[in-house]
């Protein structure tokens, strides 16, 4: 849907992983960015109806870009700059709730602001 | 955890290491923020500066520092998107403290922010707020908006900001204001022109702009500029196809938007693309003002809450002030003189400048304000949106995108009792999804005043609660759990049906 620039961008190219390609990326574009430049469309199916999308505002707002990055689910693409070696998924429908030995589901997935069992929170740390 | 460099001022000893002080903290680094954290930090406020974005620049100079280092990617961009480059030096030089991927997601009225960043959440009192939260893009519920390749021109003209990527096929641009000329322009010169241009504004909004024109003509360089675009984009062969309706995004047999239909002089007009971007104009991105209880009122020329404000841009909520678009949609420049007069304000207010004397600093900001001011009644009344491009019809179309509400469920909320957004929230779950209403909120209000005849602001809008934004309950937990427990009643607040 989108191609880059030849210099314009917006860093040196990193390997990352896009819907299971690998792929070139420059650094520090966000990870919505590299998935529209990649034609991973749609970059999520709604939990709802399992209607696809794809980015709509790119600015942290419209959390329409929800996607899988390096595991883990609900991350907005938009806000997340790519680096080497991420794995960049499309997020099907509702998130899935970890699996943590002793707690809950609820416990573990839980969120406020939220109210819908849908996609939800942004993982306490991206990084690991 | 980092001390800001003013924390003795309102340092609170004995509180856990989560916590900080500053006297001004601003949130949102574009214009506005950008301006008053500068202005702050002259005035020998000890300031911190966060913004949910990786870097300095708000969307209007979103990536400036970044695109600044690659000459032929800036010169593209214009000379408007060039002027925000001297702000961010400024910033960086001013010794304020910048926090970038830093969230806020509550405010109370003692002046505490909670922050999210790097999966932590943090405390920070102050003395002086600031909320520089800028603009977000009208929703455009049309028919098949919510279809993959249909995004807004403000998300196109990000991509190509911050990652130098320009559509790859045929882009048609969709809508009102003088975004999508800029857009359509900057895609000209980047190489990747668009489609078609198509223009929904009504044909007699020109009547009712016409008046406004004198008033505009005494600052002709944004006249002037506008005109510069239009003629870039005639010389680029690009045709405006203006007096469009009833538009709606038709679907592909894979599930992305395939072509663009609309009404133009009673007949119907397909135009097949890959990329869709729509743009309605910018409204006020209000919701950590609204969740923070400050006052606001409906504007019927800009067609938008807007926060009150003061002289100084201070809200109806002591010591916290607005500026920029989030106070109403002036444009940058404006923005600019208006985080400058805020930061004078809260300086002030915190007894380091006499009234005296930030009526006299004030001066030179409220002139350039008042020029930069005079062309926005003639363009707003110019790009005025259409009823029909805010408040759709059909009743199969979405309102909620998070949660797939549409018109016939808005419809039947208002025909069983709901007289407002959060009685349709109950009944419908509109408003109820990750984006926290910022998608469907002003559709909401207006397509409730629509069917129940009465204005916005007897209608209201969907009253916000923090978190602002989905945090992981352990993320909130982790907060108890390091403030050894002094913090739990105040935590124990935040949780759904607690208080």
Sequence with gaps: MFRRLPDAAAGPLVPVTIDGQGVMVPEGESAAAAALAAGMVPTRTTPVSGAPRAPWCMMGVCF????????????????????????IRRQEGARRLPAMPGTSHEAAGASLGAASGAPAAAPANPQG | MVSGPGEGHYAKPGLATEEESFDFVVVGSGPAGMAAASEAMRRGLSTLLLDEQPAAGGQIYRGIEAAADKPAHFARL?????????????????????????????????RRLTVSREGRSTLVHAGQILLATGALERPVPIPGWTLP????????????????????????????????YLLAAQLIEAGAPPVILVETQPADNWMRALPHLPRALRNPALLKKGLGLLKTIRGAGVSRFAGATDLEALAGEDGRVRALSFMRRGRRVEVECDLLLLHEGVIPNMNLALALGCASRWSDTRLAFEPETDEWFQSSVEGVAIAGDGAGIEGAQAAEQQGRIAALGAAMRLGRITRAEAEAEAVPPREALAGWRGARPFLEALYRPA?????????????????????????????????GPNQAKAFTRCGMGPCQGRMCGPTVTALIGQIRGVPPEEVGYYRLRPPLKPIPLAEIAAMAVASGGERQDAIRDRLPGGG
């Design chain 2, 78 to 110: 214009g000379a408007d998107y060039q002027h925000g480059r001297a702000l961010a030096t400024r910033l960086r030089d001013s010794g304020a403290v910048l926090r970038y991927g830093a969230f806020v997601w509550e405010i109370t009225k003692d």
């Design chain 1, 64 to 87: 329409e870009c929800l996607m899988e990055i390096d595991g883990e689910p609900n991350m907005q693409g938009c806000m997340v700059p790519v680096r080497a070696g991420m794995v």
């Design chain 2, 387 to 419: 009823d029909g491009q805010r408040i759709p019809s059909r009743a199969d179309v979405i309102v909620c995108r998070c949660e797939e509400v549409t018109v016939a469920d808005i419809r039947d909320a208002v025909a069983t009792g709901a007289l």
């Design chain 2, 149 to 180: 390749g249909v995004m807004t021109a403000g998300a196109a003209q990000i991509l190509l900001k911050t990652a130098g990527q320009v559509p790859a096929g045929r882009a048609v641009l969709a809508g009102s204001g003088p975004l999508l």
